[in-house]
């Protein structure tokens, strides 16, 4: 029972001291840990660190997947530093990508806003949960489920996202598996694929091994 009395109390310590704090503007220059980036000195914040004008420009789709991601995280927006929301713009040419990928640290809403998009995810259980998305339209991605977002108008399309999370992270399926040094042999056992594939993935994405 006082176990349990003290670890409420703690519980309630810590959340109570989370909230001393209006803010924590990232300071790039201080030290980081998984809970995000260090606090710059209020004296030093001023209103340019809350508001961030990245998203404003196009991202470059000259590249293999046409699709560019333009992030609004910390440290270049500094505000958002710990305040549990980051923000991206995706922009895909035609026939443009997203590959699977997965965001271990949160959920993501996205909302387009030009154009088509085909979007969906794959559940636990891999289930597949598939929407073809018009402009307006919004579809969220539970945390940590491989997902994608595939250009299926004629035009170009432009969507933004939102994450639960300053820090949500990415692992991008196909980068995961054929753009390292992950042993060729390795990757054919535990996907079925043939050397050949696999190699040709490997050069396509600049793997070795």
């Known amino acids: 029972m006082i176990i349990h009395i003290f670890f409420i109390l703690s519980l309630v310590s810590s959340i109570s001291f989370a909230s001393v704090q209006d803010f924590c503007v990232a300071d ?5 840990s998984p ?3 260090s606090c710059k000195n209020p004296d030093q914040v001023d209103e340019n660190d809350f508001a961030f004008s990245g998203l404003a420009k196009a ?19 500094a505000g958002i530093n710990g305040l549990g929301v980051s923000l991206a713009r995706l922009d895909l040419a035609s026939g443009g ?4 990928h997965t965001h271990p640290g949160a959920s ?7 154009g088509t998009i085909c979007a969906g995810f794959i559940s636990s259980a891999n289930k597949v949960y598939l929407k073809t998305l018009q402009r307006g339209d919004s579809m969220v991605f539970p945390q940590g489920l491989l997902h994608f977002q595939l250009n299926s ?9 939102a994450f639960g999370s300053s820090s949500p992270g990415l692992q991008i ?3 995961a598996l054929f753009a390292n040094d992950l042993p060729s042999e390795l990757v054919e056992a535990t996907t079925f694929l043939s050397d050949e594939e696999v190699k040709k ?8 091994n």
């Open 28 to 32: 790039p220059e201080g030290p980081q």
């Open 35 to 37: 809970a995000g980036y």
């Open 59 to 77: 991202g470059n789709t000259s590249n293999l997947i046409k699709a560019a991601v333009t992030p609004a995280f910390a440290p270049a927006f």
């Open 97 to 100: 990508v997203i590959p699977l």
């Open 108 to 114: 993501e809403v996205l909302v387009v806003i030009q």
């Open 153 to 161: 108008g004629k035009g170009s399309a432009l969507a933004f996202v």
């Open 173 to 175: 399926l196909p980068f």
């Open 201 to 208: 993935l490997k050069g396509v994405l600049g793997g070795t």
